[in-house]
């Protein structure tokens, strides 16, 4: 989903996992623009299908939201802890480092303000990779 103050997560003041820890509750909405965006993609893989030939296309159109997935569904979660230069409006700086907390490092794809088009992987390989760099580099002025 486009990155909006209506579209966030919380930690579950009632839901556990199998290990007794808060799962994250989600809150979200498609906007009108991510349904022309959905749409648009699902008509244009029906023109090429079709013009390749090929058979047992199934288009997914309006009534199942032209294939937008929840959340969660596909795995792809991003935007979940904000990096930014302002402690005041991010939890972590350039280096996915906490403003506040100088050892904790957040290297998956939480930091992303929002998700491409694309598998963020390998953003988020490259990401820690620079992160892990900036440890070392850190920790041998200890820094950390």
Not at 6 to 24: A, H, Q, T, W
Request: charge should be positive; hydrophobic fraction near 35%.
């Amino acid at each position: 989903a486009i990155a909006r103050k209506d579209n966030y997560c919380e930690i579950d003041p009632e839901v556990v996992d199998k290990f007794g820890i808060p799962v994250l509750r989600f809150h979200y909405k498609w906007a009108p623009e991510e349904y022309k965006q959905a749409k648009h993609m699902q008509d244009t893989f029906k023109e090429i299908m079709h013009n390749m030939g090929a058979l047992g296309y199934e288009h997914k159109g309006a009534d199942i939201g032209y294939g937008l997935e929840a959340p969660g569904k596909i795995i792809h979660e991003v935007g979940t802890v904000r990096m930014g230069d302002d402690p005041k409006k991010s939890a972590l700086n350039k280096w996915c480092q906490g403003h506040n907390c100088k050892n904790l490092f957040v290297v998956d794809a939480a930091p992303f303000v929002q998700q491409g088009d694309k598998n963020a992987t390998w953003t988020i390989l490259a990401l820690s990779m620079r992160t892990a760099e900036y440890i070392v580099s850190q920790r041998k002025k200890l820094n950390i």
